[in-house]
């Protein structure tokens, strides 16, 4: 079984990741989208973000750092654009970023073991994950995974070397 311990670990690597990834784009190229790549890296951190904001509520009883239009503009389903003028500044999305990784581990310091095996009660989440330990699994390693691979592959497609 997972432990609280091992999600921290994930979130502190794919922490790291992030960093390295996004370290030395410059700030003007964050909401780029070469060659038909969709998610830019102003997206994917804003999108984290959000997303992980879902766990943090299920964490500590429905609290949330992200305001309405935050989650509007980097929910799942949100489209991203090149216009850099509907995004916040690169140090804020990466302060955004940092913020909830932080307030996660917090929260999962304070867990108790029981919160994997309890059953998802989010009425749009049950089909695809039926107890709080498969979505904290999917949201904290698998889901962060799979965009810092969209990141790196920005990174490429942008003419940036792979970090």
């Given at each position: 079984?997972?432990?609280?311990?091992?999600?921290?670990?994930?979130?502190?690597?794919?922490?790291?990741?992030?960093?390295?990834?996004?370290?030395t784009?410059?700030?003007?190229?964050?909401?780029?989208?070469?060659?038909?790549?969709?998610?830019?890296?102003?997206?994917?951190?804003?999108?984290?973000?959000?997303?992980?904001?879902?766990?943090?509520?299920?964490?500590?009883?429905?609290?949330?750092?992200?305001?309405e239009?935050?989650?509007?503009?980097?929910?799942?389903?949100?489209?991203?654009?090149?216009?850099?003028?509907?995004?916040?500044?690169?140090?804020?999305?990466?302060?955004?970023?940092?913020?909830?990784?932080?307030?996660?581990?917090?929260?999962?310091?304070?867990?108790?073991?029981?919160?994997?095996?309890?059953?998802?009660?989010?009425?749009?989440?049950?089909?695809?994950?039926?107890?709080?330990?498969?979505?904290?699994?999917?949201?904290?390693?698998?889901?962060?995974?799979?965009?810092?691979?969209?990141?790196?592959?920005?990174?490429?497609?942008?003419g940036?070397?792979?970090?």
């Amino acid at each position: 079984m997972i432990s609280t311990k091992q999600l921290i670990e994930e979130l502190q690597l794919n922490e790291r990741l992030a960093m390295g990834l996004i370290d030395t784009i410059p700030a003007e190229r964050f909401t780029e989208q070469p060659m038909g790549i969709r998610n830019h890296p102003a997206w994917i951190l804003g999108h984290l973000r959000v997303s992980e904001n879902t766990v943090y509520g299920l964490l500590t009883g429905g609290k949330s750092v992200c305001s309405e239009e935050e989650i509007a503009k980097f929910k799942v389903g949100s489209e991203p654009i090149a216009d850099a003028s509907m995004y916040p500044e690169k140090t804020e999305l990466v302060e955004g970023y940092l913020e909830m990784h932080r307030l996660l581990i917090g929260a999962l310091e304070d867990a108790l073991p029981e919160v994997f095996t309890k059953k998802m009660d989010v009425e749009r989440l049950i089909s695809r994950f039926p107890t709080y330990g498969m979505f904290l699994v999917h949201v904290l390693a698998g889901h962060e995974g799979y965009h810092l691979g969209q990141l790196s592959t920005w990174r490429r497609v942008a003419g940036l070397a792979s970090e």
